[in-house]
């Protein structure tokens, strides 16, 4: 008993802390949407564009009304409870804002200039708003089409100097971030499985965040994986998004489809006498997820290998590369970016991973292809940043790009 009252004693505490973290992160999260509504708010109906009098209450209910909401649809469409409907239109509507403060912000300093100038006269405010409004119209309705459009294929040679001439021209499809979701994208899903199939690929990759949901919730989006076909083999690694809907059942569900699931593994493929080591690791979040047995382990995704042969190493975020480029891969092929998917978001992703598409070198040996991702997470927009199906065609010998 005497043991038991210290623990009493700081549960209180403990308590008490949790509830002051939990304030403090719905404050920052209020502020940070406050901050996305200032500028539409000001450039739409406060800066002087002189509407009717309903205009700039009711846009500035509105607006008010999506700070209170959107929290509490994002809890209850991507917490516990998992609501399609709600996430759908928190995920949404925070896409629409998004675009809506890029173009408020870029109008707003447009005005300022304008007003520099003596241009546009008393109604300047009237027509920037007008601007700004038709603009961000246009790029969302662009934008969802080609969120939801199948990707177009992007080619792309790689030369590997390890790579024997029985695997030259190998042809690798690589697919990243299908993110099947709240939205149902069953049939993008068989369109996107017919496009990879029409490429005749040798090596099929799903470089991870597969989808937002547990396999049974998201079972009829994923299905037409199965009907993907290769050469040589289909692999697919975890992303971040699998650690928060069972991870594990992912890895499971994959195998059922007929692709290799390379949990800290790798599979070898042949071709005239010439061998390729496939690799793939968990994501970089799997550690910190608390699932027994999940890590980024690269010793143990090459463990047994021949040291003598090429390694392609599936990793599903770019920032993985300085582990590869110390253990000497030769080409480590990632997702998580999304080119940013609604621009210029590219920008934040820059200050946490070292490429946000396309492909670069790192070290001497390793190169490093970045995919735009093949669906999208959350706002079902794509604004400057297209996705896209990978066909990388491995060609042996030769030199890497350039720096």
Same mark, same amino acid.
């Given at each position: 008993? @005497?043991?038991?009252?210290?623990?009493?004693?700081?549960?209180?505490?403990?308590?008490?802390?949790?509830?002051?973290?939990?304030?403090?992160?719905?404050?920052?999260?209020?502020? =940070?949407? =406050?901050?996305?509504?200032?500028?539409?708010?000001?450039?739409?109906?406060?800066?002087?564009?002189?509407?009717?009098?309903?205009?700039?209450? @009711?846009?500035?209910?509105?607006?008010?009304?999506?700070?209170?909401?959107?929290?509490?649809?994002?809890?209850?469409?991507?917490?516990?409870?998992?609501?399609? *409907?709600?996430?759908?239109?928190?995920?949404? +509507?925070?896409?629409?804002?998004?675009?809506?403060?890029?173009?408020?912000?870029? #109008?707003?300093?447009?005005?300022?200039?304008?007003?520099? $100038?003596? =241009?546009?006269?008393?109604?300047?405010?009237?027509?920037?708003? /007008?601007?700004?409004?038709?603009?961000? @119209?246009? $790029?969302?309705?662009?934008?969802?089409?080609?969120?939801?459009?199948?990707?177009? /294929?992007?080619?792309?040679?790689?030369?590997?100097?390890?790579?024997?001439?029985?695997?030259?021209?190998?042809?690798?499809?690589?697919?990243?971030?299908?993110?099947?979701?709240?939205?149902?994208?069953?049939?993008? !899903?068989?369109?996107?499985?017919?496009?990879?199939?029409?490429?005749?690929?040798? /090596?099929?990759?799903?470089?991870?965040?597969?989808?937002?949901?547990?396999?049974?919730?998201?079972?009829?989006?994923?299905?037409? %994986?199965?009907?993907?076909? +290769?050469? %040589?083999?289909?692999?697919?690694?975890?992303?971040?998004?699998?650690?928060? &809907?069972?991870?594990?059942?992912?890895?499971?569900?994959?195998?059922?489809?007929?692709?290799?699931?390379?949990?800290?593994?790798?599979?070898?493929?042949? *071709?005239?006498?010439?061998?390729?080591? $496939?690799?793939?690791?968990?994501?970089?979040?799997?550690?910190? !997820?608390?699932?027994? #047995?999940?890590?980024?382990?690269?010793?143990?995704?090459?463990? &047994?290998?021949?040291?003598?042969?090429?390694?392609?190493? /599936?990793?599903?975020?770019?920032?993985?590369?300085?582990?590869?480029?110390?253990?000497?891969?030769?080409?480590?092929?990632?997702?998580?970016?999304?080119? #940013?998917?609604?621009?210029?978001?590219?920008? $934040?992703? *820059?200050?946490?991973?070292?490429?946000?598409?396309?492909?670069?070198?790192?070290?001497?040996?390793?190169?490093?292809?970045?995919? *735009?991702?093949?669906?999208?997470?959350?706002?079902?927009?794509?604004?400057? @940043?297209?996705?896209?199906?990978?066909?990388?065609?491995?060609?042996?010998?030769?030199?890497?790009?350039?720096?």
């Amino acid at each position: 008993m @005497a043991e038991a009252r210290p623990e009493t004693a700081q549960a209180p505490g403990r308590s008490a802390g949790r509830r002051g973290s939990v304030i403090r992160r719905l404050a920052v999260a209020v502020l =940070v949407l =406050v901050v996305l509504c200032l500028p539409p708010w000001w450039t739409l109906f406060a800066s002087g564009a002189d509407w009717p009098f309903p205009v700039l209450p @009711a846009g500035t209910v509105v607006l008010a009304a999506w700070v209170v909401a959107f929290p509490l649809l994002m809890v209850a469409g991507h917490g516990p409870r998992r609501s399609d *409907r709600a996430a759908r239109i928190a995920d949404t +509507s925070l896409g629409m804002v998004w675009v809506l403060f890029t173009w408020s912000v870029l #109008g707003g300093l447009a005005d300022l200039v304008l007003t520099g $100038l003596d =241009v546009g006269g008393t109604g300047r405010a009237r027509i920037v708003a /007008v601007a700004v409004a038709a603009v961000t @119209a246009g $790029l969302l309705g662009w934008g969802h089409h080609e969120a939801m459009r199948v990707p177009r /294929v992007k080619r792309l040679d790689v030369h590997v100097p390890r790579l024997g001439d029985g695997l030259d021209g190998t042809r690798v499809v690589v697919l990243a971030d299908t993110h099947y979701g709240p939205i149902d994208r069953a049939a993008w !899903s068989a369109r996107v499985a017919e496009a990879v199939n029409a490429l005749d690929a040798d /090596v099929v990759v799903h470089a991870g965040d597969i989808a937002d949901g547990t396999p049974a919730q998201r079972r009829e989006q994923a299905a037409p %994986l199965g009907t993907i076909r +290769s050469r %040589l083999a289909k692999v697919y690694v975890t992303g971040n998004h699998e650690y928060s &809907g069972e991870a594990q059942g992912w890895l499971d569900r994959m195998a059922d489809l007929g692709w290799e699931p390379l949990h800290n593994r790798h599979v070898v493929v042949e *071709r005239g006498g010439d061998a390729l080591v $496939l690799a793939g690791v968990d994501d970089v979040t799997a550690e910190s !997820s608390g699932l027994a #047995g999940h890590r980024a382990n690269l010793l143990g995704a090459l463990a &047994g290998a021949d040291p003598d042969h090429p390694v392609l190493l /599936v990793a599903h975020q770019p920032k993985y590369v300085p582990q590869a480029a110390a253990a000497g891969i030769d080409l480590q092929i990632s997702g998580h970016t999304h080119g #940013g998917q609604i621009w210029p978001f590219n920008f $934040l992703v *820059r200050l946490d991973q070292p490429v946000v598409h396309g492909l670069s070198r790192h070290g001497e040996r390793t190169q490093l292809y970045t995919s *735009r991702g093949t669906g999208f997470w959350g706002p079902p927009f794509r604004v400057f @940043a297209p996705s896209e199906i990978t066909l990388l065609t491995l060609r042996s010998g030769g030199t890497r790009p350039a720096a």
